[in-house]
């Protein structure tokens, strides 16, 4: 489905759409309907049950999403977070550099110097992808970041976060605190962060406000204690620095031994990796044939990683592998920069016994593009219909409720919905259209199970047995009425990984 015909359905069955529609649109801004919000908050809880079930030290906080100007100059974004920028001389467009050049070279920009994109654009004809002029720019430097006047007289500078992960390292020392000197600790926020996008495109994948989930471990660097025989059998789909250098765009499944041996890559590290590589299939249900961890380079990656790899889906909607998350061993720059922009000693104590600075492993999860990439990947049509076939335990609504003549069964479907609705279950009543269109509303909407109040279901007025019907088979059975709580709950999976150490 193409990225255009999937954002129209998921825009018809009320899931998202622009923000400010009326006033036609703010350009990388959208407003989530009411399915769109029960998705997200599945998904949400899915990534923080996983990740926080990791360990029992791995804790989730919520802090501002303000940040004083100190902070993001000691972090090093008032510097170094910037996409290169070029500017059409005849119609005064600017895009990033990237996105003009996404056809001449797909890997991207990472690392290049604006010199080198100056040569690049030259050489290659690139056009405006807006007016088709070739009088493009120079590159230039753009900071994404939203700057923000604080107080009545606006003498305060602060900005919106363009990352979560800083909030969880302001908090680190508190969180020792909170967490008895336990390490390594883990420190999780899902919130809001703000990137003022040169050009925002492919809808949920270039934002200027979007959700993030992130985890930051601290740690000893002297040893992450990690239980890696659990995961050592495991092949993860890779894409190294080497193998796209010799012309290789397609991963190779390593066991994570080797990862570790020949791959010369930390335990702790590839242990995350497959626990990722895991989350992904078991909980979101992405098929490891479309996945792959591609790794950065010296000069691609971000400027505070030692190591990083991008998990990466290939979504039709958007034509090739787009980057949906990441791990990242940062080391201990972050802690480092923040001590010396507060004047604190960032040392503490470690399980060795030495005062040093703990090291940091970020895992980060983006939520809008995972909401897509769900869409791209489940959103099909099949035989006569639409169906998403999402996980039952992300679903928005994992029961619709239907009488089959609203008059003669109206009430006593409202009392079954009502019933599922106090047994905590995400619940839907639906009497509009026939029965075969409700069927095709839920299927759309990936609702697993339909349940149908008819003449047989009645004993007495009463409702007995009720018709529940699977949304992938289409299978229907009756099912007594005080069995159908238990047997939606049996249906559902709630994945959640093996714990380390």
């Known amino acids: ?289 479309v996945l792959r961890f591609y790794e950065k380079s010296d000069s691609e990656r971000a400027f505070y990683n030692r190591i990083q790899f991008d998990v990466e889906v290939r979504l039709d909607s958007l034509g090739g592998y787009r980057e949906v998350g990441a791990v990242h061993y940062r080391g201990d720059y972050d802690l480092t920069r923040h001590g010396e922009g507060s004047r604190h000693d960032p040392k503490v104590l470690l399980p060795s016994g030495v005062r040093a600075v703990p090291h940091v492993l970020e895992i980060t999860f983006g939520v809008d593009r995972n909401l897509w990439a769900l869409a791209d990947l489940g959103l099909a049509n099949a035989d006569d219909r639409v169906l998403w076939r999402i996980p039952s335990h992300l679903a928005p609504v994992t029961v619709g409720v239907f009488p089959l003549l609203p008059k003669e069964h109206g009430a006593a479907a409202l009392g079954v919905y009502e019933r599922l609705l106090s047994e905590g279950l995400r619940a839907r009543y639906d009497a509009a259209g026939t029965i075969g269109k409700r069927y095709a509303r839920m299927d759309e909407a990936g609702t697993p199970f339909c349940v149908t109040v008819d003449g047989e279901s009645l004993l007495n007025g009463a409702v007995r047995t009720v018709t529940l019907r699977d949304r992938d088979s289409r299978a229907q059975e009756r099912v007594e009425l005080d069995r159908l709580i238990e047997t939606v709950r049996a249906a559902i999976r709630f994945p959640r990984p093996r714990r380390a150490g």
Not at 214 to 243: W, Y
Not at 255 to 275: I, N, R
């Open 1 to 289: 489905m193409k990225s255009e015909e999937l954002f129209a359905l998921l825009r018809r069955r009320g899931y998202l759409w622009p923000s400010a529609e009326p006033y036609g649109g703010l350009q990388g801004f959208y407003d989530y309907g009411p399915l769109g919000t029960a998705l997200k908050r599945q998904v949400e809880e899915a990534w923080a049950t996983w990740f926080l079930g990791l360990s029992p030290d791995y804790h989730r906080i919520e802090p501002a999403e303000v940040l004083p100007e100190a902070v993001v100059r000691a972090s090093g974004h008032l510097e170094n977070f910037t996409d290169p920028e070029v500017r059409c001389g005849q119609c005064g467009n600017a895009f990033r550099a990237e996105t003009v050049l996404e056809s001449v070279r797909p890997q991207g920009l990472d690392g290049v110097p604006p010199a080198e994109i100056a040569e690049i654009l030259a050489s290659s004809g690139a056009r405006c992808p807006r007016c088709g002029s070739k009088s493009l720019s120079v590159p230039r430097p753009f900071n994404l970041m939203f700057g923000l006047d604080l107080g009545a007289e606006g003498k305060e500078r602060g900005y919106l976060r363009p990352e979560t992960a800083q909030s969880s390292f302001l908090s680190f020392d508190r969180m020792l605190d909170v967490g008895r000197k336990a390490m390594p600790l883990g420190i999780a926020v899902v919130g809001r962060a703000y990137r003022n996008e040169i050009a925002p495109r492919q809808v949920l994948f270039r934002m200027r406000a979007f959700t993030q989930a992130e985890l930051q471990v601290f740690f000893d660097p002297s040893g992450f204690p990690v239980d890696f025989a659990s995961v050592s059998q495991s092949t993860i789909p890779v894409l190294r620095v080497a193998d796209r250098d010799r012309g290789e765009g397609s991963p190779s499944s390593v066991p994570a031994s080797d990862l570790v041996g020949a791959g010369g890559l930390p335990e702790f590290y590839v242990y995350h990796l497959a626990q990722t590589l895991r989350f992904y299939r078991e909980s979101l249900g992405y098929p490891e044939s």
